[in-house]
C-alpha cells in the first residue's frame, strides 16, 4: 500500500514538474542561405506584397484580409511554405514599421521589399536570428495572420 500511494505522489509531482501539453509547432529553416532565382523572386513578389500589407500603419477591414488570403491562394504554395515565407522572409524585413510613429501606410515599395528579402536570403547569418526573433516580429500582427490562414483555407477548399 505504501510503495503504491508513494509512486501516487512521485507521479503527480513529475507532472507537475512536466509540462506534457502539446506545443505549437512553427516552422524551421537551415541556416544556409537561400537563394532564389529571378523566376522565384518573381513568383514571390505578390506574396511578399500580399504579406507585407500585414504590417502597415494601420488597421487592416476583414476585406483587406480576405484580399491576402486570396494572393495567397493563387500562389503554387501550401500553407507551411507560405508561413515560411511570411516568419523567414517577409517579417524581418518590415516588422519595424508598426514599431515605429511614422510607418509606411499605403503600401511597401515593392522593389525595396524585393531587395531587402534577398539581401537577408543571402545572408548566411540571418536564418538564426529570424528563428530566434519570430515572436516578437509577428506579435502584432499573429491575430490577422490566424484569420488569413482561415480565408486561405476556405479559398482553397472544394465548394460543397
Known amino acids: 500500500m505504501v510503495f503504491e500511494e508513494l509512486e501516487e505522489v512521485i ?7 512536466v509540462d506534457t501539453r502539446p506545443k505549437e509547432v512553427r ?10 532565382s529571378e523566376q522565384d523572386i518573381t513568383k ?12 502597415l500603419a494601420q488597421e487592416l477591414e476583414d476585406y483587406e484580409l480576405r484580399s491576402i488570403a486570396w494572393a495567397l491562394a493563387q500562389s ?4 507551411q511554405q507560405l508561413e515560411e515565407i ?10 519595424g514599421n508598426l514599431r515605429g510613429g511614422s510607418g509606411v501606410w499605403g503600401s ?13 536570403l543571402r545572408n548566411p547569418l540571418y536564418a538564426p536570428e529570424a528563428l530566434n526573433n ?12 490566424k484569420r488569413i490562414r482561415e480565408y486561405f483555407i476556405g479559398f482553397r477548399s472544394p465548394p460543397g
Do not use: C
Open 134 to 145: 519570430r515572436e516578437g516580429m509577428t506579435e502584432l500582427v499573429a491575430d490577422d495572420w
Open 11 to 17: 507521479e503527480e509531482l513529475f507532472h507537475s514538474l
Open 76 to 79: 503554387d504554395h501550401d500553407w
Open 27 to 36: 516552422p524551421w529553416r537551415p541556416a544556409s542561405p537561400l537563394h532564389l
Open 44 to 55: 514571390r513578389t505578390p506574396i511578399w506584397q500580399a504579406i507585407s500589407d500585414l504590417w
Open 86 to 95: 511570411y516568419l523567414f522572409e517577409v517579417a524581418p524585413v518590415v516588422h
Open 108 to 120: 511597401f515599395d515593392i522593389l525595396s521589399l524585393r531587395e531587402a528579402i534577398a539581401k537577408n
